[in-house]
C-alpha cells in the first residue's frame, strides 16, 4: 500500500470517529446499527422520506410481555427451632388464667348456695336436695391467696401447689430446685395420701401425656426422707421402685420424682440420680411465710 493510501485511510478514520465517537461493529445489516444515537437505533423515521437524524421519532413502548420462566430456587435457610419455653410459659398463663376464673365461678357459686340463692325449689333454698359446701370459708379464702400469691390451684390449708415445666424442658434436680426458689417456692414433699390424690387428680384433669415431675424428696439409706430431713409416713411406689440406695449400682439413686401416664393411669413415685433430667417440677408454697429452705440440706446424687 502506497504512502498516499495509508493517509487517505487515515484522515477517513478520524473524519469517522470524529463524528459517530466510536465504531460500532456488527454483522447485522442494518444502517441503525452503525453510528446512531440510541432515538435512531430504537426510533423511525418520522415522514418516511428524510433519513436525516432529525427526521428520527422515537418508538412508542407496545405492551408489556409475557413473563419469562420461573427463576432457579434458592437454597433453603436453617431449620427454626422452637422455643419450648416460651411456649410453656404462654400455655402455663393461659392455664393459671383458666383456673384463676373457674374458682372465681366457683367461690360466687357456693356463695349463692349458702346465702340460699340458686336452690332452684324457690324461698331459701332448703328444697330441691341442696348439700351445703364442704369448704369452709377459711378454705375458700386459702385457695383464693394461694391462686393470686402465687397461680397455685391446689392446696391444702396454707400450703399452696403448682406444676411448672412442659415438654421439650429438661431440668436436672438443681434446674428445677432453682426454678421453684425463683418463683417464691420450693420442690414439693408428698407425705400425705390428700396432697398425692390433690396433684394427681390435677394432673390427670390438666395434661394429656406423660408427666415425669421432680419432688423435694429423696431417698436414702432405703428411706423415703421429706426436705427436713424426717422420714415420710406415706409413699406410693410404683412397681420395681424404689431402687435400693444401699446397693451399689443404685447408691446414687437419691432423688424423687413422680411419674404419670394419664393416658394409661398410671401413678406412680420413682427415684433416680440428680443429674437425670425431668419435663416438670412441682413446686409448694406456704401462705403462713415458713422458710423455704430444708432444715437439713439436701445430699447431691
Not at 431449620?79 to 384463676?100: C, F
Request: overall charge positive; charged content about 20%; some cysteine.
Amino acid at each position: 500500500m502506497s504512502l498516499a493510501e495509508r493517509i487517505g485511510i487515515a484522515v477517513f478514520a478520524v473524519f469517522l470517529f470524529g463524528k459517530c465517537g466510536a465504531f460500532i461493529e456488527t454483522t447485522m445489516s442494518n444502517e441503525y446499527m452503525i453510528c446512531r444515537p440510541v432515538a435512531g437505533v430504537f426510533g423511525t423515521l418520522g415522514d418516511g422520506k428524510n433519513s436525516s437524524e432529525k427526521g428520527i421519532m422515537p418508538v412508542l413502548q407496545g405492551p408489556e410481555g409475557s413473563p419469562g420462566p420461573p427463576g432457579k430456587t434458592g437454597l433453603p435457610g436453617p431449620r427454626g427451632e422452637p422455643n419450648y419455653q416460651k411456649v410453656s410459659t404462654i400455655v402455663g398463663d393461659k392455664m393459671h388464667s383458666i383456673n384463676a376464673r373457674l374458682f372465681k365461678l366457683e367461690s360466687e357459686l357456693a356463695s349463692l348456695k349458702a346465702s340460699g340463692g340458686g336452690g332452684g325449689g324457690g324461698g331459701g333454698g332448703s328444697s330441691g336436695g341442696y348439700v351445703p359446701p364442704t369448704q369452709s370459708p377459711e378454705d375458700i379464702k386459702n385457695a383464693k391467696d394461694c391462686m393470686d400469691k402465687y397461680k397455685s390451684p391446689i392446696n391444702i390449708g396454707t400450703m399452696c401447689y403448682n406444676i411448672i415445666g412442659g415438654e421439650g424442658l429438661l431440668w436436672t434436680f438443681t434446674a428445677a430446685e432453682s426454678n421453684c426458689s425463683k418463683l417464691g417456692g420450693y420442690l414439693a414433699d408428698l407425705n400425705s395420701r390428700e396432697v398425692y390424690d390433690k396433684i394427681y387428680n390435677y394432673i390427670d384433669q390438666t395434661y394429656s401425656t406423660v408427666v415425669q415431675a421432680w419432688t423435694g424428696m429423696r431417698y436414702e439409706d432405703n428411706k423415703l426422707l421429706l426436705r427436713d430431713g424426717k422420714e415420710a409416713v406415706y409413699a406410693k411406689w410404683s412397681s420395681g421402685y424404689p431402687r435400693q440406695s444401699t446397693t451399689s449400682y443404685y447408691a446414687s439413686y437419691q432423688k424423687v420424682y413422680i411419674y404419670m401416664d394419664t393416658s394409661a393411669y398410671i401413678r406412680r413415685l420413682s427415684n433416680t440420680r440428680s443429674s437425670t433430667k425431668r419435663a416438670y417440677a412441682i413446686c409448694s408454697y406456704d401462705l403462713k411465710g415458713n422458710s423455704t429452705t430444708s432444715a437439713t440440706p439436701t445430699t447431691t446424687g
